[in-house]
């Protein structure tokens, strides 16, 4: 009964195809050979390795194993054993090599300065690098936006909206910029003709009331004249009727008989 509960030594095999040379690789000792020590052989980890694998859920490539621990390691030949492993350290499970992107970020920075950019490093027309019809889509709407939100804000009123809004559609503008200025000159320019407009008024206003006062003076002066005319026919009708002072002697003599 002892005598079963031996267990049999791993088969020493100097291939790594069996299984017990998977569980138990064979164990070389130190000899001496002319005076020189031969290192141990380190045990074939193939099948820990892919229980590890299996059990982080990874390639067996991210797998590492301490080589420190091989004997150690080598005795696992269940995944529980290998779990165990894991969260003593002695498998790890390594992160993913990703693509360094350092070296493209520090190029699109110095792009973005306007390095690298010379005539030299262009490749295709202008038109291929960047299409003329995007280009104008987005001048456009950032022209457009403008409008609308300074008709919103009631700086300025539809009609002016309608006339740039035109003038856009015809490639007037530049940029924002240019759009701005002009808006503000446009709005001064109809502010002064506002302001001239107002003085014109005024100024008729100012000339109609002279004329006005100019008028009052007439009619005085006509009602006047009209006067002295009244009294002139007067005077004269009374010459015509009244008898001369002659008339009134002879009338007042006495008479010869």
Not at 216 to 241: F, M, N, S
Request: with cysteine; hydrophobic share 30%.
């Amino acid at each position: 009964f002892f005598f079963l509960m031996i267990r049999r030594p791993p088969r020493s095999t100097p291939k790594p195809s069996s299984a017990a040379s998977d569980v138990y690789k064979r164990q070389v000792s130190t000899q001496s050979t002319w005076g020189y020590k031969v290192q141990q052989e380190m045990p074939n980890l193939r099948l820990q390795k892919r229980l590890a694998a299996s059990v982080l859920k990874c390639g067996q490539k991210r797998v590492w194993l301490d080589p420190n621990e091989a004997s150690e390691i080598a005795l696992a030949n269940s995944r529980k054993n290998i779990r165990k492993l894991f969260k003593d350290g002695l498998i790890i499970k390594r992160h993913i090599h990703l693509h360094s992107r350092s070296r493209v970020r520090r190029m699109k920075e110095a792009k973005r300065k306007g390095r690298h950019t010379g005539m030299g490093k262009r490749e295709g027309t202008i038109n291929a690098r960047i299409s003329y019809k995007i280009l104008w889509m987005r001048r456009i709407r950032i022209l457009r936006r403008l409008l609308r939100k300074y008709r919103e804000l009631k700086k300025i009123d539809k009609h002016l909206y309608h006339s740039f809004y035109m003038k856009c559609k015809g490639n007037q503008f530049k940029n924002k910029y240019v759009l701005i200025e002009a808006v503000h000159k446009a709005k001064s320019e109809e502010k002064r003709a506002k302001e001239l407009g107002a003085q014109a008024e005024a100024k008729k206003a100012k000339k109609k009331k002279g004329e006005e006062k100019k008028e009052e003076p007439k009619e005085k002066v006509e009602e006047k004249k009209a006067e002295q005319d009244i009294y002139i026919w007067t005077y004269i009708c009374l010459l015509y009727t009244s008898p001369s002072p002659r008339d009134l002697s002879t009338s007042r003599m006495p008479s010869s008989a």
